[in-house]
């Protein structure tokens, strides 16, 4: 699966975004749960407090001061009568259901045993057996006092030994759930803040990336299909993307480079044709010339053959056989003193052109041998260029998925970054909240000696200040359990602050090896633009190289044409040689003897072998596979 730069910085913020939004779910969780403990506890208080008084009232009857029923009226007194909260207050039941207290003391003594709540839970029941079980909490649904909907009411039982009373009290908790939903709104709030500002600056930064580097792949692909007219579209930045820019540039002022020199030799091509044209002219003109003297000469052998010793050669001739003209004429004045010298010259010329023939033929194969040996080295070159222009593609990808993962690297950094602001900003708040639970902690000092105070002034008030000493017992009793909840609460707060410390720890070494990895991935950047630049020069050299091979193969085809010329006029000469000797056969000496048996034998031709190659078929194959191996050469340097 390949990802866009883009998708690659969507998907890390979409990490943060959820891991932000799980460090929130758990931060109100642990909310839930202690505003939830907050209020059991605080049930838990009340009871405690109502369970002290008619322990009080117990052991004043336990010690004769007071009878039972006194003692647990003064009890039912002093209970119904104190009220927390928004007007609740403490009850107590006997086991069969009977109120025994109650905040409306006109349902004193009635029985709530068969009572249910919305749901059809007979909670009175549950109230009495986790009483029974030790204490414990009910939940159950109950209407508030002017309305018609059923709340969750949540309440706390034990059991009262000595009187065998289920006590308790309870409270709705509503507002608890209408707490926690308005700190979760808050929190949502926020976080959408946050993850807003997040993926808008994600997508600014993955445009302000994406953007110049697709602009700049278009103008690489326009620059492979052939357009030399791109302008480049990054040059000037001082980033990555300008390196590429550059890069991109350096291509293209090489493709016009190679643009002018195919220019170049195109016209060098050109040239040269039009000097093989001319030349094939100027041999036509002479082959024409030399048919119209052949031609002169065959007549005046004729008439010689018939034997007409008065012809000349009168007709005007080429330069080039104007001395030959002059010497027949002036053989024919002198034939019969130099027919002798004629046959012997007809046998040196047989001899020179059977040498000549010879060493045409060991020339061509020579040239044979050379065109195909120059036919491998340019196979040879092509296979070379087209590696190279392999490794240098391969080097220019590596060097691009280096750029890619040195960007990545950096962004990541950037994100610890702002995790290791936020573990501060944890760490911040956890030091003011240390700080308020010690305030609270004071505060708890404070009210346990007041209620240290108020309890020996209610002593020496004697029995009218009773009922206060029991309240300020009860006081007392509240600040020691503040107090025992701070310290709680500290404790679980020094365990966050330790925690937080490991986090800041575990991020700044994340940091490091971030930045570690950016430093190897610079280096690997540079070694594979380093192998890059390597691949580029050798891919020039090697063209030069094939240039040369290619001028060298012209070489070869004009040497293998001027081979075949002086092939066809030895054969030619041959033939007009043993015309010559025909003729001189009709002619006799003096001496009567016959000219032609006064000749010399003619020198062994050597023809060249059957399975030679012919210089022509050789010479067009060469040029085919030349053609195709620069062919392929060149789409490979354009497709790098």
Known sequence: MRLTISRKLA?????????????????????????WADREHMLQMQVEAAVSVMKHFAEEADAGRLTQDQAQTAAREAVRNARYGKGE??????PDGTRVIHGDQKLEGKSGWDERDSNGLYHIRALI????????????YRTRVGEDVAQPKLSFTTQFAPWNWTVGTGVYVDDLETLFRSSLYKAAGWSAVILAALCGAAFAIAGSISKPVIRLTADMRRLAEGDKSVEVSGLGRRDEIGAMAETVQVFKTAAIAKERLEAEAEASRMAQASTRERQAAIDSARAEDLRAFVHLVETSFERLASGDLTVRMDAGVAPEFEPIRQTFNASVDSLETAIGAVVGAIGTIRLGLGEISNASNDLAQRTEQQAANLEETVAALGEVTRAVNGTAEGASKAQGSAAATQKNAEAGGAVVARAMAAMAEIEDSSGKISRIIGVIDEIAFQTNLLALNAGVEAARAGEAGRGFAVVAQEVRGLAQRSAEAAKEIKTLISASGTQVDAGVELVTASGRSLEQIMGEVADMNRIVGQIAGSAREQAVALREVSTAADQMDKVTQQNAAMVEETTAAAQALSAETEQLAALTRRFRTRAGGLAAEAAPARAPHRPVPATSRPVAQMRSVAQAKASSHAAAAEDNWEEF
Not at 19 to 33: K, N, P, W, Y
């Open 129 to 140: 057996a986790n009483a029974a079980n030790g204490g414990g909490f009910t939940s159950y």
């Open 11 to 35: 998907m890390l913020i979409a990490l943060a975004a959820m891991g932000s939004l799980a460090v929130m779910a758990v931060q109100l969780m642990e909310l839930r749960s202690t505003i």
């Open 89 to 94: 207050y403490v009850f107590a039941f006997l």
